[in-house]
């Protein structure tokens, strides 16, 4: 009896013990602080909302999100360090378009696999870009400066950098169309705003949030939204689809990104959250379409399916402009 005794004691205190490395290796999420990794300055776009929506799902979750900025190298020195992260929810990227989509076109070797090192977690926000150009230029529409340049009219555009949207845009226009529109490079897209209301260059593309102000005060002429659906800011804007261009798109997204392998139900529980603050009518006044831009806040799948369309559509704009990786 004594060693039935003894035997059982020892099965007990083995279940206990297994039970207490269970028990360690699934505390329950959201029992720290959650760090957000943005590549970028302070003060920019994704910045702002990061912050906001950390203020929010702070309350909600009870725990800080910490947003730190890793700025630098075009994104790397933030997207490594995240994919190098324990998959464990605890350290996420917040990050743009190009982070996926043209890095991997403009660049020889990138610090992070953008295909392997990452989960998506949800496509915050989008915003279709604008094709705009000096008042004088002579044009109502795209339509118009095409049949221009086709007609021998010298014209030429701004761009902030190789690879950035007005020399995709414009190089691929200039490979579809059969027209030579000249590159001029800027060292950032303020000089080339500051070009186009000088008539240094008669043409560009920036976003709305960053061309909107120039636009309202007639230092610059938009001639089209760059996608399928005209801008709330703007709704007399025409499309480059309604006017015959609809393969020509210029975008930027923010996105929400957690290391590879962090577990599903993490991931699902992030999105859930994240999305409900975005599709608050209060919030996304605030902090979303004010500013230019769209809630998306589809699923993790939807995300991933995007961003593979965007990396197909930037792979052959990158190939119609020349551009080559630095």
């Known amino acids: 009896m004594k060693k039935a005794i003894s035997f059982q004691a020892v099965l ?25 990794i943005v590549p970028f300055p302070p003060g920019g776009g994704i910045d702002v909302l990061v912050r906001a929506l950390g203020s929010e799902l702070s309350k909600k979750w009870g725990q800080p999100f910490v947003v730190e900025n890793k700025a630098g ?37 990138l610090p992070y696999d953008p295909d392997k ?38 014209l030429s555009f701004g761009s902030y950098g190789n690879g950035t949207q007005p020399q995709l845009v414009f190089g691929y226009l200039n490979k579809r169309e059969g027209i030579d529109l000249l590159h001029v490079p800027y060292k950032g897209i303020a000089p080339v705003m500051m070009a186009v209301a000088s008539k240094e260059v008669d043409l560009s593309v920036a976003s709305a949030g960053v061309s909107g102000e120039m636009i309202k005060g007639a230092r610059v002429r938009p001639l089209a939204v760059a996608g399928n659906k005209r801008l709330p800011q703007f709704p007399e804007v025409e499309t480059t689809a309604e006017q015959g261009f609809p393969y020509l798109k210029s975008f930027i997204w923010y996105g929400l990104f957690a290391p590879k392998g962090t577990p599903p139900e993490i991931v699902g529980k992030l999105n859930a959250d994240i999305a409900a603050i975005l599709r608050d009518e209060t919030f996304a006044r605030q902090q979303v379409t004010s500013k230019g831009m769209t809630v998306m806040a589809g699923s993790p799948k ?5 961003i593979k369309q965007d990396t197909a559509l930037v792979d052959e704009m990158v190939k119609a402009a020349n551009v080559k990786p630095e």
């Open 302 to 306: 939807e995300f991933a399916e995007a």
């Open 73 to 109: 190298a075009a994104t790397f020195i933030g997207s490594e360090f995240v994919a190098r992260a324990p998959a464990d929810g605890y350290t996420l990227l917040a990050t743009t378009d190009p982070t996926f989509t043209s890095n991997r076109h403009l660049f020889k070797s």
């Open 117 to 154: 090192g990452f989960e998506p977690v949800i496509q915050m926000v989008k915003g279709d870009n604008l094709i705009f150009a000096h008042p004088t230029v002579p044009f109502a529409d795209l339509k118009e400066l095409v049949d221009a340049a086709k007609a021998g009219q010298k």
């Open 12 to 36: 007990c205190a083995l279940a206990l013990a297994a039970s207490g490395v269970a028990d360690a290796r699934t505390a329950p999420y959201r029992n720290k602080p959650i760090r957000i």
